[in-house]
Nanobody
């Protein structure tokens, strides 16, 4: 049974940093493209990062490029989202996701995934 369990959200001041973790079970990370989405109140879910299955290429939208970094630890079957220079507009529920074609979905602006984490709240506020 595939399961994604997130941790690491919380309250942080503008300019601060957080690292989200997503522990995967039921599959190995090399079998899927993996990534992170977020959803703010009243807004659609949007992709914020992705690592492709085939070549570990990464993808970020302009809104987070240079501030967010996705990484993975195959030995721990866990992937991460390091978020630096956080802004109030980064406030959202963040979800990890796994799908064989996740980065293709990202490229077309689609929030589609076979598997989702439960979500973790990130609040950026002074």
């Amino acid at each position: 049974q595939v399961q994604l369990v997130e941790s690491g959200g919380g309250l942080v001041q503008p300019g601060g940093s957080l690292r989200l973790s997503c522990a995967a079970s039921g599959f190995t990370l090399d079998d899927y493209a993996i990534g992170w989405f977020r959803q703010a109140p009243g807004k659609e879910r949007e992709g914020v990062s992705c690592i492709s299955k085939s070549d570990d290429n990464t993808w970020y939208p302009d809104s987070v490029k240079g501030r967010f970094t996705i990484s993975k630890d195959n030995a721990k079957n866990t992937f991460y989202l390091q978020m630096n220079s956080l802004k109030p507009e980064d406030t959202a529920v963040y979800y990890c996701a796994a799908d064989p074609n996740l980065c293709v979905h990202f490229a077309y602006g689609k929030s589609w995934s076979d598997y989702w984490g439960q979500g973790t709240q990130v609040t950026v506020s002074s």
